[in-house]
Structure formats: structure tokens, C-alpha cells
């Protein structure tokens, strides 16, 4: 059963920092290209940020970029995505991505929430 389970999102003032992780199961983690979306409401599911597989190249949108990291652990097959300079604009959902060849995977999201 592949499973995709995000943690670490919360409520937070803005210029905080959060780690979000996402652990995977059910599927050979390292053979998948991993990214991190959100959802604002009212709004689209945007891309966040990408981690390729296994872990050498990674991609952020620009709203993101200089403030966002993400990385991955194979070994733990686990995804992670720091979170620093925080802004009322990355309130979201976030969701974890898992890409195959064939296969597309979802996490059940986890709530970022910034305001002071």
C-alpha cells in the first residue's frame, strides 16, 4: 500500500522557519522524482519545489527560491522541505509528490499558517 505522509506544518509568525517532511512507503522511494505543491484557498495547487531522483538536481518556484530547501533522504525514504523567512503568502496546504514512470503519488497535505 503506498503511503505518503506529511508532518511538520503549523501555525507560525512571519520570519519563522518550518521543516515539512514526508515519509514514503509502499513504493521504491529513490526511483521517484519528489516535489513539494501547496494550495492556497480560493487558488491552484502551484509546484513548490523538486528534488529528482536520486537527489542531484532540484528546482523552486520563484516565489520560494533563496528561502525554501528541499532535500531527500533515501535512506529513510523521506522527503523534506525547509522552510525559512516565512511569509502570510506561503499559508497553504502543502503536499508531498511522488513521480514515477508510471505512477503518480499523493500525500494527504499538512497546514502552513502565517500571520502574526
Known amino acids: 500500500q503506498v503511503q505518503l505522509v506529511e508532518s511538520g506544518g503549523g501555525l507560525v509568525q512571519p520570519g519563522d522557519s518550518l521543516r515539512l517532511s514526508c515519509a514514503a512507503s509502499?513504493?521504491?522511494?529513490?526511483?521517484?522524482?519528489m516535489s513539494w505543491y501547496r494550495q492556497a484557498p480560493g487558488k491552484e495547487r502551484e509546484l513548490v519545489a523538486f528534488i529528482n531522483s536520486p537527489g542531484g538536481s532540484t528546482k523552486y518556484a520563484d516565489s520560494v527560491l533563496g528561502r525554501f530547501t528541499i532535500s531527500r533522504d533515501n535512506a529513510k525514504n523521506t522527503v523534506y522541505l525547509q522552510m525559512n523567512s516565512l511569509k502570510p503568502e506561503d499559508t497553504a496546504v502543502y503536499y508531498c509528490?511522488?513521480?514515477?514512470?508510471?505512477?503518480?503519488?499523493w500525500g494527504q497535505g499538512t497546514q502552513v499558517t502565517v500571520s502574526s
Open positions: 509502499g513504493f521504491t522511494f529513490s526511483f521517484y522524482a
Open positions: 509528490n511522488a513521480k514515477g514512470i508510471s505512477a503518480n503519488y
